[in-house]
T-cell receptor
Framework: DSGVTQTPKHLITATGQRVTLRCSPR?????VYWYQQSLDQGLQFLIQ???????AKGNILERFSAQQFPDLHSELNLSSLELGDSALYFC??????????????FGAGSRLTVL | AQSVAQPEDQVNVAEGNPLTVKCTYS??????LFWYVQYPNRGLQFLLK??????LVKGSYGFEAEFNKSQTSFHLKKPSALVSDSALYFC?????????????FGSGTQLTVLP
């Protein structure tokens, strides 16, 4: 157990729907990162939050949004879902907000299937 | 923009033989380099990192990696492979400023250790 908790583990939904993925970071970590892992795109950085504030944006679609709450858990909202959004979504956490030698701790992921 | 290349999608090695998983990178300035491993249905786990100093970095589970600045490579190695080492391995790079401070992952190399 890495200490990073993601729910749900599996989610099946239909095109056009909206889903919310939840992440609780490891105790003491203030930064949360979201990554998308798909067969054709590999591991893509989506967005980072640090202590409730957005810190960096990667290849995140406008249909996707995220936030980090005062208790430091984070949610990734995916709307108007398309078949191509089917992927494994990882949350990771770290102590620092700036990169450097900072090591990310990953959760087990949420597998989203859009039918 | 920074990038990571893992030229081999698949590496097969016999148990007890040495293994090498290749990685080359492109980044402005001095890099921070990482190796992560992903077992089936699990999140990524940190193996080792290079920050500065000794070009040979030792990590978890007997793995090590050699940093070569002139060849911009950071190959993962292990002297004697185990069947339990079979997994998906990711190399990652982080630069020093701006968007480069986010971790950029390679496409992954599936390592299979044959008994």
């Amino acid at each position: 157990d890495s200490g990073v908790t993601q729910t749900p583990k599996h989610l099946i939904t239909a095109t056009g729907q909206r889903v919310t993925l939840r992440c609780s970071p490891r105790s003491g970590d203030l930064s949360v990162y979201w990554y998308q892992q798909s067969l054709d795109q590999g591991l893509q950085f989506l967005i980072q939050y640090y202590n409730g504030e957005e810190r960096a944006k990667g290849n995140i679609l406008e249909r996707f949004s995220a936030q980090q709450f005062p208790d430091l858990h984070s949610e990734l909202n995916l709307s108007s879902l398309e078949l191509g959004d089917s992927a494994l979504y990882f949350c990771a956490s770290s102590v620092e907000h700036i990169g450097g030698a900072n090591v990310l701790t990953f959760g087990a992921g949420s597998r989203l299937t859009v039918l | 923009a920074q990038s990571v290349a893992q030229p081999e999608d698949q590496v097969n090695v016999a148990e007890g033989n040495p293994l090498t998983v290749k990685c080359t990178y492109s980044v402005s300035g001095n890099p921070y380099l990482f190796w992560y491993v992903q077992y089936p249905n699990r999140g990524l786990q940190f193996l080792l990192k290079y920050i500065t100093g000794d070009n040979l970095v030792k990590g978890s589970y007997g793995f090590e990696a050699e940093f070569n600045k002139s060849q911009t490579s950071f190959h993962l190695k292990k002297p004697s492979a185990l069947v339990s080492d079979s997994a998906l391995y990711f190399c990652a790079v982080r630069g020093l400023s701006g968007s480069a401070r986010q971790l950029t992952f390679g496409s992954g190399t599936q390592l299979t250790v044959l008994p």
